[in-house]
């Protein structure tokens, strides 16, 4: 049954699910290049069997067109016909009693525009939802039937018996007076700090580290300031940046607060290939931010954000270079030791709270931390700057206070072109390769 909300439609949710039989799924999605498109691969025990056919996959939102669903009035008449694609780490559960009682695929398909590998799953006797479409349908309340099917090129691939890939249901569209219901996530434990100051002589020891990288940066826009502030006569650049960690080691920070002070003293350690902790080294510092919309820890001197000029020259710079860390986006799951089951997926967990006396921070492999900068201070001061051509730099680990294993990948440029009068400035943003991510 599917509930009707007037002036928002229905929601395509059929209940059904996909299941695997008596071995896993595994599909993993790359991108060589910001130039080059979304390839996908079976795997069958780790290793790539062969490519899905070109155009099935094109983004790393899933099994494009995996489903094929149409819906009939009670008059036989169609009235609905449309493809969906499904996410295999989607909301999935056992099945059967003799199922693994754990899957160790990554949950869900979000991306970030900049992704460039995911990995997705269904373990042997799991199920997953198929339902991912966030596009209500207009449907008038009444009786239908539905037919959903899975699309040939996928019966062909998967070699999927005719009798298992269509099923049919009686849908009921009912009128309700409530409004859109809004989701909400729980919070994940995150990961505890250790009890204590590391002990020992400090070191940094040859072997694995993480390596930082910033994407370019994205969902950009220009804003005037919020009226009633003393920004209102001024103009902003906004604009989302994220750092992640292409490994092959986490990088793990601890902060250990200095007695009556909003500081703490930031350590961070190093494992070996086995994931041993072999060493660790002092790397500056977390400071309390007391303000709205923080109210956590911070590591100083992660990133720093610049708008350059034409010739590259700096011109404003963000007064934001500290942040909690927190593995918010997927960016990569394929590459060597990602984590596809990351702790700390939000701020609530990781930053700790003003009581705390120590934080453990951690940016494990694969993933990376995205910030938005909207407020004043964090998004550019646009006010004064002349219409022309300029460049958002993200560089990650600015002072070089982090061990990485390069620091040559360190910096990202994405080109704008401002235009516009006050008040009422524009942003055109080039695309980068074939990714159009404004």
């Known amino acids: 049954m599917n509930r009707h ?16 039989g008596s071995a896993p799924v ?8 910001y130039s080059s498109p979304v390839v996908a691969t079976q795997y069958v025990h780790g290793k790539p069997v062969r490519q899905l056919p070109k155009g099935l996959v094109t983004d790393f939102s899933g099994l494009g067109k995996f489903l094929h669903v149409t819906l009939t009035d009670a008059a ?42 995911a990995v997705w799953g269904l373990q042997t006797g799991w199920s997953a939802r198929t339902f991912g479409d966030p596009a209500p349908v207009q449907l008038a309340v009444g009786k239908y039937k539905a037919t959903v099917t899975v699309n040939k090129a996928y019966r062909d691939f998967f070699r999927i018996p005719a009798k298992d890939s269509s099923v049919k249901l009686n849908v009921t569209v009912q009128k309700s007076d409530a409004s859109r219901a ?47 502030t003393p920004d209102a006569s001024k103009d902003f650049l906004q604009f989302s ?30 494992y070996n290939a086995q994931g041993k902790q072999v060493g660790y080294q002092n790397t500056g510092t977390l400071e309390w931010d007391g303000r709205d919309g923080h109210n956590h820890w911070h590591f100083t001197d992660f990133a720093r954000y610049s708008l350059l000029n034409a010739k590259q020259t700096e011109v404003v710079r963000s007064q934001k270079e500290a942040f909690c860390l927190a593995a918010t986006d997927s960016i990569d799951y394929t590459v060597k030791n990602a984590n596809w089951h990351p702790d700390n997926t939000d701020l609530h967990t990781a930053c700790g709270d003003h009581g705390s006396l120590s934080v453990r921070e951690v940016l ?13 201070g964090q998004s550019f001061d646009i006010t004064n700057l002349a219409n022309g051509t300029y460049y958002v730099q993200v560089t990650a680990n600015p002072e070089n206070r982090l061990f990485e294993s390069s620091t040559k990948n360190n910096v990202a440029l994405r080109k704008v072109i401002l235009g516009g009068t006050k008040h009422h400035r524009t942003v055109k943003v080039p695309p980068v390769g074939v990714i159009n991510a404004p």
């Open 76 to 117: 036989g008449k169609k009235v609905l016909e449309k493809d969906q694609t499904i996410c295999l780490n989607g909301d999935g559960s056992r099945t059967r009693p003799d199922a693994p009682a754990t899957s160790p695929y990554p949950d869900g398909c979000t991306a970030n525009p900049f992704t460039q590998g």
């Open 5 to 20: 909300v007037d002036g928002y439609g229905v929601d395509l949710d059929l209940g059904t699910h996909v299941v695997a």
């Open 182 to 228: 809004q989701k909400v996530s729980a919070h994940s434990a995150g990961p505890k700090p250790n009890a204590a100051r590391p002990t020992g002589k400090a070191s940094v020891p040859k072997g694995p580290k993480p390596d930082l990288r910033p994407v370019p940066a994205w969902g950009i826009v220009a804003a005037p300031g919020e009226e009633g």
């Open 26 to 33: 595994e599909v993993r999605a790359t991108r060589a290049s």
């Open 241 to 270: 940046a994220t750092v992640w960690n292409a490994g092959p080691s986490p990088l793990v920070l601890d902060g250990f607060r200095r007695q009556g002070k909003d500081l703490m003293d930031a350590y961070q350690y190093f």
């Open 364 to 376: 494990d492999v694969g993933s990376g931390d995205t910030y938005e900068q909207t407020l004043p």
